[in-house]
Nanobody
Framework: QVQVVESGGGLVQPGGSLRLSCAAS????????MGWYRQAPGKERELVAT???????NYADSVKGRFTISRDDAKNTGYLQMSGLKPEDTAVYYC?????????WGQGIQVTVSS
């Protein structure tokens, strides 16, 4: 079973930057997309960004121009570069590797934006 682990979260001041990483413990056959979601307290989990295999990245309107998703398939790793962070970006961030048959989720990592 492939394990997925996020890293790079933490506390950052408004306007700051963080880079989240997401590593899968092995290759995922039939990988069709890699994505990041987030869930703030009392809210539904929402899509932040996706990077489809062979396609263009997609972003939630709330993060366009501030966040960048990328993948390194040779390393089975995905990234989310976040800049211009706002308090409303505070949430637990989850990454997911989507194959044609299964979704592999990480356990989530806390990002807190506060002064």
């Amino acid at each position: 079973q492939v394990q997925v682990v996020e890293s790079g979260g933490g506390l950052v001041q408004p306007g700051g930057s963080l880079r989240l990483s997401c590593a899968a413990s092995g290759s995922i056959f039939g990988l069709r997309a890699m994505g990041w979601y987030r869930q703030a307290p009392g809210k539904e989990r929402e899509l932040v960004a996706t990077a489809p295999t062979g396609g263009a990245a997609n972003y939630a309107d709330s993060v366009k121009g501030r966040f960048t998703i990328s993948r390194d398939d040779a390393k089975n790793t995905g990234y989310l570069q976040m800049s211009g962070l706002k308090p409303e970006d505070t949430a637990v961030y989850y990454c997911v590797f989507r194959s044609w048959t299964f979704d592999f989720w990480g356990q989530g990592i806390q990002v807190t934006v506060s002064s």
